[in-house]
């Protein structure tokens, strides 16, 4: 499926040279993606934790200047510490090492860039399953959002400390997921 007025094919490989940032989707028309399917083609499999560490995903919704999504590949994807096999509704990682997601994503305008934030040379195949979606219901849908937590140094010096606050949200919407890894 092509996307209208979109920048990039929706089923390709990406090759991602050192330090790149890469605009990989496109798209100012409303609309949802409804999957996203991954995979690194030129890693072996010891090397994929690495690989999921190293490439970034950052997604832009609305003419946003701060990305809604940036998180790495693996953290995207549910394998935080590596390649598993696993499979859920929401994600999963299959036996050829595709990862999948099937997170409801509506957007006004969507932009997808890749970030290689390593030394090394990565070639990432992405698939994007869309639909159009009025700008009404574009405007009316929650969106959804990933983003890392780290400590901050208000956490460092409250009388809290170690514990970090981890979730701290005003306004509307949905909170329908949280997850927490740490190293």
Same mark, same amino acid.
């Given at each position: @499926? =092509?996307l209208?007025?979109?920048k990039?094919d929706t089923?390709?490989?990406?090759?991602?040279k050192?330090?790149?940032?890469?605009v990989?989707?496109?798209?100012?028309?409303?609309?949802?993606?409804?999957k996203?399917?991954?995979?690194?083609l030129?890693v072996?499999?010891?090397d994929?934790?690495?690989a999921? =560490?190293d490439?970034?995903i950052?997604?832009?919704?609305?003419?946003?200047?701060?990305?809604?999504?940036?998180?790495?590949?693996?953290?995207?994807?549910g394998?935080f510490?590596?390649?598993?096999e696993?499979?859920?509704?929401a994600?999963?990682?299959?036996?050829?090492?595709t990862?999948?997601?099937?997170?409801?994503?509506p957007?006004?305008?969507?932009?997808?860039? @890749?970030?290689?934030?390593?030394?090394d040379?990565y070639?990432?195949?992405?698939? #994007?399953?869309?639909e159009?979606i009025?700008?009404?219901?574009?405007?009316? @849908?929650?969106? #959804?959002?990933?983003?890392?937590?780290?400590?901050?140094?208000?956490?460092?010096?409250?009388?809290?400390?170690p514990?970090?606050?981890? @979730?701290?949200v005003?306004g509307?919407?949905?909170?329908?997921g #949280?997850?927490?890894?740490?190293?």
């Amino acid at each position: @499926l =092509k996307l209208l007025e979109s920048k990039c094919d929706t089923n390709q490989g990406y090759y991602l040279k050192p330090r790149e940032n890469k605009v990989i989707y496109d798209d100012n028309n409303p609309g949802a993606i409804k999957k996203i399917k991954a995979k690194v083609l030129n890693v072996r499999e010891k090397d994929l934790k690495k690989a999921y =560490k190293d490439i970034s995903i950052n997604i832009y919704y609305d003419n946003a200047t701060y990305p809604d999504i940036s998180v790495s590949l693996g953290d995207f994807f549910g394998v935080f510490s590596g390649n598993i096999e696993y499979s859920t509704t929401a994600l999963g990682s299959l036996e050829d090492n595709t990862l999948y997601s099937n997170w409801y994503m509506p957007y006004s305008t969507c932009k997808i860039e @890749l970030v290689n934030n390593s030394s090394d040379e990565y070639i990432t195949y992405m698939s #994007f399953d869309n639909e159009r979606i009025s700008v009404d219901k574009a405007e009316e @849908l929650n969106r #959804f959002v990933c983003r890392y937590k780290s400590l901050e140094d208000k956490d460092m010096n409250s009388d809290r400390f170690p514990d970090s606050l981890g @979730l701290d949200v005003k306004g509307n919407g949905r909170l329908v997921g #949280f997850a927490y890894h740490s190293n």
